[in-house]
């Protein structure tokens, strides 16, 4: 695909340095509501 | 995705098929890494990403039925985060407009070094992530999100257009109206800058 805009290319490659630490386990009790939802929801037919 | 290879993703979706909430509660820990790294990549402004995970996760029960097997499991869930956050920033009516005077110092610094025709100086990164993102922010929904998977996550056309489900053609087109947009933001800002 063509690119022309070097400066946006030299902005995003220095964005891209950027790591992203955060943790991406479900936070304590998300699953077991979003499940809880979920199944009553797909139970109702809603 | 959980590191855990030995996940029976076949069987849980069996037993969730059977209003199994332990089976639902498994999915969701198994997919939330998958979820909440595209969550966090496509994220609207003010809107928490637990409650878009969340968002994503109640599409996925209510659409089991609907799953065929055509692509991996993970995949279609994917697919249901990306469109889900597309939809969440269409929802928000109004992007920001930011003027050169909005800029942080190093905000300014980074769009100077990367703008200047002489310049060799390496822009900083975390000020560079965040002018980006001040920039995508400006873009139309779907160009946006086209932009960041292509640009920041470096991602090809067909995979944008296998998550997405547009065409190729669809993918290029946004790409090439979002860049003609992003050099326009490029050039306002250093107008404003000059002035």
Not at chain 1, 8 to 36: K, M
Request: charge should be positive.
């Amino acid at each position: 695909m063509k690119r022309s805009n070097p400066a946006w290319e030299r902005l995003v490659a220095a964005a891209r340095n950027v790591p992203d630490e955060r943790d991406v386990q479900a936070p304590f009790g998300f699953a077991t509501r979003v499940a809880e939802i979920g199944m009553t929801s797909k139970r109702m037919g809603l | 995705m959980s590191d855990d290879q030995s996940f029976d993703l076949v069987g849980c979706l069996d037993r969730v098929r059977s209003h199994d909430q332990a089976a639902a509660r498994q999915l969701v820990e198994h997919l939330y890494p998958i979820v909440i790294r595209i969550v966090r990549a496509h994220l609207p402004r003010r809107v928490p990403e637990e409650d878009l995970a969340q968002d994503v996760f109640l599409k996925m029960f209510t659409r089991l039925d609907q799953y065929q097997g055509a692509m991996p499991f993970p995949h279609w869930v994917s697919r249901i985060a990306v469109t889900t956050c597309i939809d969440q920033l269409r929802a928000q009516k109004r992007r920001p407009e930011y003027r050169w005077a909005d800029l942080s110092e190093g905000q300014a610094e980074a769009l100077e070094a990367v703008t200047a025709d002489d310049s060799e100086q390496a822009p900083d990164a975390l000020a560079s992530h965040e002018l980006v993102h001040r920039l995508l922010d400006q873009l139309k929904p779907a160009d946006r999100s086209v932009i960041q998977m292509l640009d920041l996550e470096q991602k090809s056309i067909a995979e944008i257009s296998s998550l997405t489900g547009w065409s190729p053609s669809l993918v290029k087109v946004r790409a090439f109206r979002a860049r003609r947009k992003l050099q326009k933001l490029f050039a306002e800002l250093r107008k404003k800058e000059g002035s």
